[in-house]
């Protein structure tokens, strides 16, 4: 610590990746890059330009290098991080548009990428689809690189950290985080950047502690100073005090005793005390959240969300590449059933260079099943490799957004046609697949008892259901406080779909985030759902509610809340119970809302 250092100062930020750290600082110095304007003799233009190229091909080197890590360190799967900056700096326009302006204006070839990429940015910033302004800090990353090369700056790589520490940055790149791993790095807190952000991600699915958007870190914390970043909180302190360090260890203490308390319930059965018992089960985006779930005793994968194999590339993911992922997945919970879910691309979701044309309204557009099925060249290079993937271990097919009879009737009739080419191929696969839907749009909710003929399973996508059922925009924060999963017309719609599943004699899951908060669990209990699927981290939490709790408890509070006439009333009535019954409160990761729990 310095003489100019701060002493026990406390910021908020958003915590993006939950986890309690204390480090030394690293201070990434990715300050912006000074560029200065001048003006070159017509004799030296040529020069400038190839100086310009020297850049990029040394920009290119380097990205390959981190490729190369990365891949050797966490996997082919991540390196798809890594494409838009390959793209940027292969870009036609940049590369013209660079040599234009050293041409026709003389100026130096630093500034030229300036101007070029400003103008890039602009466009990108202006952009209506959230995506798409994130994709200027991409440009801004790609650019800061050639920048750094042209001025002779050798940039500074998280591999170049020897000892443990706690990273604080202006911003990280994903190029930054995908090379993280969780030996030397204890936590990462950024000035900016936002929660869905691919930074945000993979700090998740690496269990990473992380706070972002702390505004003015970089210009308080030195390298050498002690932070304690509290990434459920979104707390970071620097250089705590003695008080605030002992807050910590209790804290932390308390955090990890609770989490140790219920690995106990790790290969017990999800059963209640009157014999109902419950599969808990995983959602998964990345092999990496496999082990994890095996840690906290998931009976298997309730959703794996196939999206990330799509994004951001210029290119289809091949049937090959198709297949070595589902391959993994499926041999990593083996002989536990995986449950892939075909593409959901479109609405908040990634969107790739594959989506089709713009969209006024994208969570109602082009989306998911409704995509699959007009591009069914697409749509068949997935379900060829999902098929050839269950000769492997367990597979059953999810289609997202199903909206009606004839999407299913269509849907399957793809898979029927893909089965004859693998038959014709001599190709073998699980000719019982099971194939189920997810149940995430009103209509096809109040249709339960009709879809329920045509499908092996129901999942029902709570997150998008109140999104569609509401009339909420699920990303829109203005409208956050009507997102209310205790609304009684949303669970009146539920109880709907799973009388009509089991009428029909099909088992129903609940996968939507609504399945990995303990407040809900005794009343999704009493709702007599087969299956919850949720954050791997969520699942000992919720085994352990269910095997404190009776069936009868369940009903009896569903009973209760469906005389309620608003979600207050019944979030209040839920509140109570579970007071009661769990006085000692849950820690905040493993609830909705930040105002609730002891963490
Ligand atoms: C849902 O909609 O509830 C769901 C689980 O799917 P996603 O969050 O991927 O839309
Ligand atoms: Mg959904």
Redesign the pocket.
């Known amino acids: 610590m310095g003489q100019d250092s701060i002493l026990d100062m406390r910021l908020t930020g958003t915590g993006v990746s939950p986890g309690v750290a204390k480090g030394r600082v690293y201070l990434l110095d990715r300050g912006k890059v000074e560029v200065q304007e001048y003006h070159i003799a017509a004799s030296q233009v040529e020069d400038e330009i190839r100086r310009f190229h020297r850049a990029l091909t040394e920009s290119k080197r380097q990205l390959e290098e981190v490729q190369a890590r990365v891949k050797n360190a966490i996997g082919q799967e991540h390196l798809y991080i890594l494409e838009p900056y390959f793209m940027i700096i292969e870009d036609r326009m940049l590369i013209e548009g660079v040599e234009e302006s050293i041409r026709k204006e003389r100026i130096n070839a630093e500034y030229a990428v300036k101007k070029v990429l400003q103008s890039f940015s602009i466009i990108f910033d202006r952009a209506e689809d959230e995506y798409l302004r994130e994709r200027r800090s991409d440009i801004l990353h790609a650019g800061d690189r050639i920048l750094r090369n042209l001025m002779g700056h050798q940039p500074e790589t998280l591999t170049d950290i020897a000892k443990k520490a706690i990273i604080v940055a202006h911003d990280l790149a994903p190029s930054d985080t995908v090379q993280m791993t969780k030996g030397n790095i204890l936590a990462f807190v950024t000035d900016i950047g936002g929660p869905t952000s691919h930074t945000a991600i993979m700090a998740r699915s690496l269990g990473i502690p992380a706070v972002i958007g702390l505004k003015e870190i970089t210009g308080l914390a030195h390298t050498g100073d002690t932070l304690i970043v509290d990434g459920t909180t979104g707390t970071v302190s620097i250089n705590p005090s003695a008080e605030t360090q002992r807050e910590y260890f209790l804290k932390r203490r308390r955090f990890r005793f609770w989490e140790r308390g219920l690995l106990k319930y790790r290969n017990l059965d999800a059963q209640t005390r009157d014999g109902y018992r419950i599969r808990l089960s995983a959602?998964v985006e990345l092999l990496e959240e496999i082990p994890t779930l095996k840690e906290f005793g998931g009976q298997g994968i309730g959703?794996y969300?196939t999206?990330f194999l799509y994004l951001n590339r210029h290119d289809l993911p091949s049937e090959d590449e198709h297949l070595q992922m589902y391959r993994r997945v499926v041999e990593g919970v083996r002989p536990l059933p995986a449950i892939i879910?075909t593409v959901?691309l479109g609405?908040?979701?990634f969107v790739s260079k594959l989506t089709l044309a713009e969209e006024m309204n994208p969570a109602m557009g082009l989306r998911?099943i409704r995509f699959c099925l007009k591009v069914p060249e697409i749509f068949k290079v997935q379900l060829r490799a999902l098929l050839r993937a269950s000769a492997y271990g367990q597979v059953k097919i999810m289609f997202?957004?199903i909206s009606g009879i004839e999407e299913i009737r269509e849907a399957k009739q793809v898979v029927t046609e893909v089965k004859e080419d693998l038959d014709r191929a001599g190709i073998t696969y699980d000719r019982d697949i099971q194939i189920g839907i997810?149940v995430?749009i009103p209509s096809a909710a109040l249709m339960a008892d009709l879809l329920a003929r045509e499908v092996d399973f129901f999942?029902?996508?709570?997150?998008?259901?109140?999104?569609y059922f509401m009339a909420i925009d699920?990303v829109n924060e203005q409208v956050a406080y009507l997102y209310e999963p205790l609304h009684p017309a949303v669970i009146r719609i539920i109880v709907s779909v799973i009388e009509g599943a089991h009428r029909a004699g099909i088992p129903v899951a609940?996968?939507?985030?609504?399945a990995g908060d303990p407040l809900y669990t005794l009343v999704l209990l009493g709702l007599g759902l087969d299956e919850l699927?949720m954050a791997p981290h969520s699942i000992p939490v919720i085994k352990k509610v269910i095997r404190e709790s009776s069936f009868a408890e369940g009903k009896e509070i569903l009973g209760e809340i469906l005389k309620l006439a608003t979600a207050k009333e019944i979030e209040e009535y839920v509140r109570t119970k579970m007071a009661l019954r769990f006085p000692a409160g849950f820690p905040k990761s493993f609830t909705s809302d930040p105002a609730r729990g002891w963490c």
């Open positions: 959602n959703l969300r999206e879910r959901d609405g908040d979701k998911a997202p957004m997810m995430e999942s029902i996508g709570t997150n998008d259901l109140i999104q699920r609940m996968c939507g985030e609504m699927s």
